[in-house]
């Protein structure tokens, strides 16, 4: 149960970090943002293992190294880059529900890759979650064909995020059956992303700036504290991703991956209810997208139904 748990608390943590970068969003471009982000989740993750992990770091295997950078590649450059750009286009509501696809993706990584097997509930469980996504976002996606291609982009690169969050859960089961420290995983996967972002970012911010135009005094020279506060909302994000990162991890090292995607794609259901409260002027909950949601969640339910017991 405590896999179970960690999982939920995941859920939670990424369902709030979409909620505060769309928020945070408004005030800079997002690749900026993803960098301002991933730094903050670095901060948490770099006190974490000075606290508990520090003497993890001289028992790095080769092996490890090679395995925790494609980590750091796929999780940050493919997943929450793709998640920042998919929230700035379709909002945090439409966006959190492609990326929970994760479960499905996760569940083929593992069966092919890593010989895990799926009991046939969890399998009823990831078809629920597939279901609830196309409910919810069915219209949706049908009038973006229609009407705005740019929507359309928003969904792909949300798919997109949620393919390389599955492949991310599969890579870590991978490290941590020959590393077994989350936090070391974390962190250095972390310094990678950042590291591999810069360019993009660089060339994203020459290319359009930092903070949005729109902003009262965007144009004027401000000092540092100015720009601290515009980037507070994405920074409290990196925060709020940094916990569910790092929970995600250990959920991972107690239990199999099968059993812990399809529980960390419950976050939309979160994100549907902060949305709601918290980005009334941003975003519109509709019933449809409420019952898909539902429905996702409903198949989460069946996946820890099953998962006790394989």
């Known amino acids: 149960m405590a896999a179970i748990a960690l999982s939920m608390l995941a859920a939670f943590g990424f369902a709030s ?147 390389s969050y599955g492949a991310t859960n599969v890579m870590a089961k991978h490290i941590l059956g020959i590393y077994d420290s989350p936090l070391i995983m974390t962190a250095f996967s972390m310094v990678i992303g950042m590291a591999v972002l810069s360019p993009l970012v660089g060339a994203s911010a020459a290319h359009s700036g930092i903070i949005r135009k729109g902003n009262p005094g965007a144009s004027e020279d401000h000092g540092i504290l100015w720009y601290l506060s515009s980037f507070k909302y994405v920074a409290l994000s990196g925060l709020a991703s940094g916990v569910a990162v790092i929970t995600w991890y250990y959920a991972v090292q107690r239990a199999d991956v099968v059993v812990i995607s399809p529980i960390v794609s419950s976050s939309p259901l979160v994100t549907l209810l902060l949305a709601h409260i918290f980005l009334t002027r941003l975003e519109r909950v509709t019933r449809r997208l409420a019952a898909g949601a539902a429905l996702t969640v409903v198949g989460v339910i069946f996946v820890v139904w099953g998962s006790q017991l394989q």
């Open 17 to 163: 970090s979409a909620v505060l970068s769309r928020q945070g969003m408004q005030t800079i471009f997002p690749l900026p943002g993803v960098m301002v982000s991933l730094f903050f989740s670095f901060l948490l993750a770099s006190v974490m293992v000075l606290l508990f992990a520090f003497s993890d770091i001289r028992g790095i295997p080769q092996a490890a190294i090679l395995w925790i950078l494609a980590l750091g590649v796929m999780n940050f450059l493919g997943g929450r880059s793709q998640n920042f750009l998919s929230v700035n286009l379709i909002g945090a509501s439409r966006a959190s529900l492609f990326v929970s696809s994760q479960a499905p993706f996760a569940a083929v990584f593992a069966v092919v890759f890593t010989g895990e097997t799926i009991h046939p509930l969890v399998a009823l469980g990831t078809a629920g979650v597939v279901f609830g996504l196309l409910f919810a976002s069915g219209d949706s996606i049908k009038e973006g064909w229609r009407t705005d291609k740019t929507f359309l982009l928003g969904y792909v690169m949300a798919l997109g995020a949620g393919a």
